[in-house]
């Protein structure tokens, strides 16, 4: 199968004198992966996260999505890729608030060019796929922490993205709400979507089959199945 990312040695260098944030990265992920990228503080994880989700482009190297070269794509493609093949959850839900949980999610299709009706009933239908059919109308103020993140993944996948990045989708949230996101996550890949989680937390990264370990800006381990994350 065609990878969906692939990153040949890829390098995002910022600053003067410069400083290697990604300092060579080659990877691929393939479609139908659960994968967690998983470093400490610096290691350069909103980097990578910049790069796979084309919001940034190295400063080296071939980085593509879908087989898409970013460094061939002018920004306007580069954002039109974004809005149909890949769905963005944050560790801050960034929900509207004063707006109901269906109108958020409605939104997520904003840029996917689908009539106002057929956004509402597509809303709905990812809420009722993330366990909130019973909250269309709340507001996030009115919602629980781990609520707020289910809508910010029903308007992340409203639009069936094949590809679902999330940047430490359940630091803002307890145990037990964190746990339910987790197996969120996993039941979406089940359903067909490739989903790569971006953590500093070893114990999320251990509950999903790949994990790829990162330091400095580079790869230092790469485990599949039940071994312990190097
Ligand atoms: P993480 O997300 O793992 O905390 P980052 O990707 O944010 O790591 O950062 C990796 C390294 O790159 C750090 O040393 C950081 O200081 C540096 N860095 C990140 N973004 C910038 C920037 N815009 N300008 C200068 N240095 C940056």
Do not use: W
């Amino acid at each position: 199968m065609n990878p969906i990312i692939s990153l040949e040695d890829v390098q995002r260098s910022y600053g003067d004198p410069p400083v290697l944030a990604c300092a060579g990265v080659t990877l691929q992920i393939t479609p139908g992966e659960l994968v967690a990228i998983v470093g400490p503080s610096g290691s350069g994880k909103s980097t990578l996260l910049n790069l796979i989700g084309s919001l940034d482009r190295p400063t080296a190297g071939i980085a593509r999505i879908d087989g898409l070269d970013v460094n061939d794509l002018d920004d306007r493609s580069l954002s039109a890729l974004r809005a149909h093949r890949i769905g963005f959850v944050f560790q801050q839900f960034h929900l509207a608030e004063g707006v109901t949980a269906v109108d958020n999610v409605a939104d997520g299709l904003l840029y996917v060019g689908i009539p106002r009706g057929d956004r509402r009933r597509r809303a709905v239908a990812a809420l009722e796929r993330v366990g909130l059919g019973h909250r269309l109308d709340h507001r996030p103020n009115q919602l629980s922490g781990g609520e707020r993140q289910r809508v910010a993944i029903a308007r992340a996948v409203v639009g069936d993205p094949p590809l679902l990045l999330a940047d430490e989708p359940t630091g803002n949230l307890d145990t037990a709400s964190g746990t339910a996101i987790v197996d969120l996550l996993h039941e979406l890949n089940r359903q067909g979507t490739t989903v790569v989680v971006i953590t500093h937390d070893v114990g999320l990264a251990a509950q999903l089959p790949r994990r790829i370990a990162i330091r400095d800006g580079r790869i230092v381990g790469d485990s599949v199945g039940e071994e312990a994350v190097a």
